[in-house]
């Protein structure tokens, strides 16, 4: 869901790069974002790069999700 929000922004001209590749990086999931314990906690870790046209930077935001407990 973010890689196509920021396919959308990228053909619009908003994030600088050549290609989708160039322009952002979404990851997610053990080994990158999260360790096993994470994952036996309920927590979701994302992390998102952006090279934004302006300013002309690569931005880096981190997202944290605690899954409910049942």
Do not use: C, Y
């Not at 600088?16 to 990851?27: I, K, N, Q, S, Y």
């Amino acid at each position: 869901m973010i890689s196509n929000f920021l396919t959308s922004i990228w053909k619009r001209g908003g994030l600088a790069g050549a290609t989708p590749e160039d322009a952002f990086g979404v990851f997610v999931g053990l080994g990158e974002t999260m360790t096993p314990q994470d994952i036996l906690d309920g927590m979701l870790k994302v992390t998102v790069l952006v090279a934004l046209s302006r300013p002309a930077e690569f931005i880096e935001i981190t997202f944290q999700q605690q899954m409910q407990k049942s």
